[in-house]
């Protein structure tokens, strides 16, 4: 189970990802509505994931990435993008991100982006697959 933080400018995409996040077995570590306080939160959550916006007010998520990068080179981040901003995902990829999802976001693309990253958590994918298998038969 990951502990994951997200950070999203929308209350209604938060919620989204949250319900998502929880579905898929993971916990929600912290919330956060722009750069500084993703940055606040994970200093202070010390979280395994971020799910981070790219625009947002007072802080877009490059820069926040590019701050949580001088603290933490552990956490894994997943960028959260519009179509259109192709250039941003790369500078962020760039800043350290380790991925990104287009919007709009479903639960599955969120499963994809996290095995992505965690070859882990796609073993654990395939094992809860596999058991649900046996208990169908």
């Known amino acids: 189970m990951l502990h994951i933080l997200v950070v999203d400018d929308s209350l ?36 395994d994931l971020i799910t981070m916006d790219i625009t ?16 933490n080179k552990e956490v894994n981040i997943i960028m959260v993008t519009s179509h259109g901003q192709e250039e ?11 991925g990104y999802l ?6 599955e693309k969120l499963a994809q982006a996290i095995a992505n990253i965690y070859e882990d958590y796609t073993q654990e994918l395939d094992d809860e697959l596999l058991d649900d298998e046996f208990l169908d038969d």
């Open 12 to 47: 209604i995409i938060r919620k989204n990802i949250k319900k998502y996040i929880t579905n898929l077995g993971h916990a929600i570590a912290g919330e956060a509505k722009n750069g500084s306080m993703a940055i606040e939160q994970c200093k202070e959550l010390n979280p």
């Open 56 to 71: 947002m007010p007072d802080m877009d998520g490059i820069e926040a990435v590019k701050q949580i990068r001088e603290f």
């Open 88 to 98: 941003m995902v790369v500078s962020a990829l760039k800043a350290g991100a380790q």
């Open 102 to 107: 287009l919007k709009p976001i479903n639960e």
